[in-house]
């Protein structure tokens, strides 16, 4: 049998997730102490390609909001949560002030109480449509 985390729902998670990279909370509780997260794509400011913590997670995603003015991110479309109900699908989309719009894809895998344990997070240079 497998558990399954149901503390929140995916699409709360999926909010929060976004709501932290636009800088309106933290990190911190809302991924594990130890969470991995794998970004696919290089960078347009200096970053390691694995980050493990809130802490170097966060490190990034001030380092992004402080180097690209006006960066905002959305979820494009309904993230879409797996059959055992512990990895969740983001399609997502960023814009800035002097940036061509992206969007990207973000695989989150959640612990027994429904945090983030780990992500596989890819920026696209071709924008995708949304999640049906």
Known sequence: MTSTP????????????TRMWNREIPAEGLVVSDALVHFG?????????????????????????????????AVQ??????????RITIV?????????????IDVL????QGRI???WSVTGDILLPPLR
């Open 6 to 17: 149901a503390t929140r729902s995916h699409l709360s998670i999926a909010a929060d997730w």
């Open 41 to 73: 794509r290089t960078p347009p400011s200096p970053r390691p390609a694995t980050t493990t913590g809130p802490a170097e997670l966060q490190t990034v995603v001030d380092g992004i909001g402080t180097a690209v003015d006006g960066v905002v991110y």
């Open 77 to 86: 479309g309904d993230p879409v949560l797996d059959q055992e109900g512990r």
């Open 92 to 104: 997502w989309s960023v814009g800035a002030t002097d940036l061509a719009p992206r969007t990207g």
């Open 109 to 112: 895998l959640l612990d027994d």
């Open 117 to 119: 344990a780990e992500v």
